[in-house]
């Protein structure tokens, strides 16, 4: 695959490789249209070759597809070509948590800031019956503000409460006992494992599970045997406790993770945003000639498509501003839509040419 045959692609100019992976790689891009860089995979169809693999591309694109939440990547467009298939995702700019840690080991004042975040985007999955089942400290990257954003949900899954999971994924120094002596497995309680072992290396600098014979490995991690470093506070050492329970059935819930001492966290959900900035519906229109009503349905659909992609991004680079009704009415007036106070826009509205003038007069 020569980069020359993707360099632009849509409203996008692909650039410089960041990663790769077994289907493809990772490129950095700017959004043309907003100027933000984005990141994207790129899977070769040739490297997808069985239907397995085809379903678990399927699912992952499905799933970040359901997942809207400040703690979690979000998808803005899929393209698909005859020979690629294109996964636009907004762009996160400070590196993996690893590397963080590689660095040195964090305070625990730093670390419960950090573990906090992880747990609410793992918890807004949950609530969504999505399980993770590769978390680790590669797939959580930090933003320039050093929030955290989940990633690579390749090997994620929807729950079901008929049946429990059973295929065999995740990293060997992340996996949990009941994974790798092949039961079958709950997936929030895998997903809880893991988080233990991200809270422990977070503040210890290095892995409770950590032999260079993977078959020792997994014996030490069957039984759960680790050595609690002694500078942890009796707090944390009790939280790491109860998230590397052997037995799954005893591990800590999410639920009771939320009410933990050490923790101290209020699960809470940023509300997901229920009105429309018409500031950025009329930059679309006008700059692309679309229609109104037509992208404004898309955004209201939560699709994801070059309209909305365009929205998230240019309305990311316009910042966070308070909604208001008088300077959206002045945006729908120029686009000839009459707004209503709660943000719809009443369905008489006729969709008919932007009014240029109006545009133009201070």
């Not at 700017?30 to 995979?41: E, M």
Request: proline content about 2%; some cysteine.
């Amino acid at each position: 695959m020569q980069e020359e045959t993707y360099k632009f692609l849509g409203n996008y100019k692909i650039g410089k490789k960041l990663g790769s992976g077994a289907f493809g790689e990772v490129r950095h891009s700017i959004h043309i249209p907003s100027g933000q860089s984005v990141a994207v995979k790129i899977l070769n169809k040739d490297n997808i070759k069985t239907d397995t693999d085809f379903e678990r591309i399927k699912r992952e694109i499905s799933i970040l597809k359901q997942l809207n939440n400040e703690f979690v990547v979000k998808l803005l467009e899929v393209i698909d070509s005859p020979n690629h298939i294109y996964i636009f995702t907004e762009f996160v700019s400070n590196g993996q948590l690893f590397d963080l840690v590689l660095k040195s080991k964090l305070s625990e004042q730093r670390a419960r800031e950090l573990f906090q975040q992880i747990c609410i985007g793992v918890h807004y999955c949950h609530e969504r019956k999505i399980c993770h089942r590769d978390l680790k400290l590669e797939n959580i990257l930090l933003t320039k503000d050093n929030k955290i954003k989940i990633i690579d949900f390749g090997l994620s899954n929807t729950l079901s409460t008929d049946y429990k999971l059973k295929t065999q994924c995740g990293s060997p120094h992340y996996a949990s006992p009941e994974l790798l002596l092949g039961k079958r497995y709950d997936g929030p309680a895998l997903d809880i494992w893991a988080m233990g072992v991200i809270l422990f290396t977070l503040v210890a600098g290095y892995q409770p599970f950590n032999n260079s014979d993977q078959k020792q490995l997994y014996i030490q991690i069957v039984n759960g045997k680790y050595q609690m470093p002694d500078g942890f506070s009796v707090p944390l050492q009790n939280l790491i406790r109860k998230m590397l329970v052997v037995d799954p059935e005893k591990r800590i819930t999410m639920k009771q993770l939320a009410d933990d001492e050490w923790l101290q966290l209020q699960i809470k959900f940023c509300q997901e945003e229920a009105k429309i900035d018409f500031r950025v519906i009329y930059q679309i229109v006008k700059a692309f000639n679309y229609n109104c009503q037509q992208c404004i349905s898309y955004v209201r659909l939560k699709k994801h498509n070059s309209v909305t992609a365009s929205y998230q991004l240019l309305k990311e680079r316009q910042g966070k501003i308070e909604w208001d009704f008088e300077l959206q009415k002045k945006y729908c007036k120029k686009m000839n839509l009459k707004l209503k106070e709660n943000g719809e826009v009443e369905e008489n509205s006729e969709d008919s040419d932007i009014n240029l003038d109006l545009f133009d007069k201070k």
